[in-house]
């Protein structure tokens, strides 16, 4: 497919990419993504053979992008500042979309574990390379005692990123800040040690 065919086929990712995120994979119709893309059935069809071919192309690009953004928050001076960073551009992030939508990968998770194995397995990659990250980080804290060493990094991690999805969900839910900015004051609470030296969390 030459550069042009390539383009087109960004621009429907582009344009189903709030359906998705809403919607979910399975109540994302062919109709709703031929009003939102304004292409014919056959224009689309051509481009990809079908629903779940832009579904999962869509969502292994929104993997590697979350990848991208993990890199952004988890930098800083420190290992727990990092690990700081990136609690904080979290909140950040769904506060800005007004918690609207969630987490893409959660709730691709609910949707699809027992019905999509394809979507599930891109799913459960995005979720083990976002462990393992977090893992190196929170290990590298626990080694200069600013993160406690009440369980390993790699469960830490696993307890981190469940803590997460559960308060983005409650605040997707109420529409309100408060269970997600509830939730990454009590983790900085329970990981962090009495040695850890940072401000109080302001959400921006």
């Known amino acids: 497919m030459g ?5 087109t086929r960004q621009k429907i990712l582009e344009d189903a990419a709030e359906l ?50 993990l890199d952004e928050g ?15 551009q979290a909140f950040a992030y769904h506060r800005a979309r007004g918690f609207v939508g969630g987490c893409l990968f959660g709730n691709t998770a609910l949707e699809t574990s027992d019905t999509a194995p394809a979507f599930a397995r891109v799913t459960a990659a995005t979720f083990n390379q976002w462990r393992k990250k977090l893992a190196v980080i929170i ?10 060493r009440i369980r390993s990094a790699d469960e830490l991690a696993e307890f981190v990123i469940a803590a997460l999805e559960g308060g983005i969900m409650q605040s997707r839910l109420h529409k309100s800040e408060a269970p997600m900015r509830n939730c990454v004051e009590t983790l ?14 302001k959400p921006h």
């Open 139 to 148: 290990e590298q804290a626990q080694n200069d005692g600013t993160v406690c």
């Open 188 to 201: 900085r609470m329970m990981l962090y040690s009495d040695k850890t030296d940072l401000q109080p969390h």
């Open 74 to 88: 988890l930098e800083g001076p420190s290992a727990v500042e990092k690990l700081d960073n990136f609690l904080q």
């Open 20 to 69: 998705f995120h809403t919607k979910g994979f399975g109540a994302t119709s062919v109709r709703d993504l031929l009003q939102v893309t304004g292409m014919t059935k056959g224009s689309l069809y051509f481009h990809f053979s079908g629903k779940d071919e832009i579904g999962l192309e869509y969502l292994r690009q929104a993997g590697e992008r979350f990848m991208a953004f």
């Open 3 to 7: 550069a042009k065919g390539e383009k």
